[in-house]
């Protein structure tokens, strides 16, 4: 209960099942006050009067070494999820965490594939592990574990300053300085999302990642239509004031056909407005 409690003022994807495990087994939580998070490591707060910290195993070894050392066991080699729980600066207890794949993941990784891009690189927090099973599941040869919020950012930087645009989809706290650096930051906010939608240029309010390559075809459809109004209207008011400047037009019928000019612009650049995505729903 202490660490669901805590646990209700993150925004980290592992925050979510700690809170749902333990209304199922106390039901109301009590409420948590001065919470503090720290991004990628772990959260604490002050519950019932009681000092109450959840994280990773290093990052409660540098707050408690003697609490961390107490947690660790034989079964916590590398790839396990696991969260110690500090109570007062005691060992409270561990959570362990069973990481499955997304069942859409695949689906998502193939249609992203169809649209063009070459490279996927996965980014985590998590395990290192961990998260190269998790990419070789997906066919991903790029996987690193064990990132901080700012080695995040830092490989997206690389990947901006070899000359490559980057999309970045995540769904948490710890991504949102990342998301802000990428080409395109992509937040998966079906809760909202907090900081993590105020640094992504694109917010899907669902967690399904089949949307991601939706999102992507729409954007390169409005594009594509929008640059077609931008040459419409430039390239036919261009040509009626080349007969209007050579006598072929008059005044009133030139001011006319800008109009006309001006409204088929407009009219084309409303077809973005109308779904023409397969797939999503209008």
Known sequence: ALAGAVEEGSSHQLARPVVHAARARVGALPRAEDVVEWAGQGIGGRVAAREVRVGSLAFLRAQFPAAAAALEGPGDGPGQMVAGVVVDGRAAGLIRYADQLRAEAREAMAALGDLGFRRTLLLS??????????????????????????????????????????????????????????????????????????????VILTDDLRRVPVAVAIGRRTMRIARQSIWIGVGASSLAMLFAAAGHIPPTLGALIQELIDAAAILNALRAARNGVPGTAS
């Open 125 to 202: 927090g998590d395990a290192d592990a961990n998260v190269r099973r998790i990419a070789a599941e997906l066919g991903i040869a790029d996987a690193h574990g064990d990132l901080l919020p700012a080695q995040k950012v830092a490989w997206v930087k690389d990947l901006e300053a070899a000359g490559l645009r980057t999309l970045m989809v995540g769904d948490g706290t710890n991504d949102a300085p990342a998301l802000s650096a990428a080409t395109v930051g992509v937040a998966l906010a079906e809760h909202g999302g907090g900081i993590t939608a105020e640094a992504a240029d694109v």
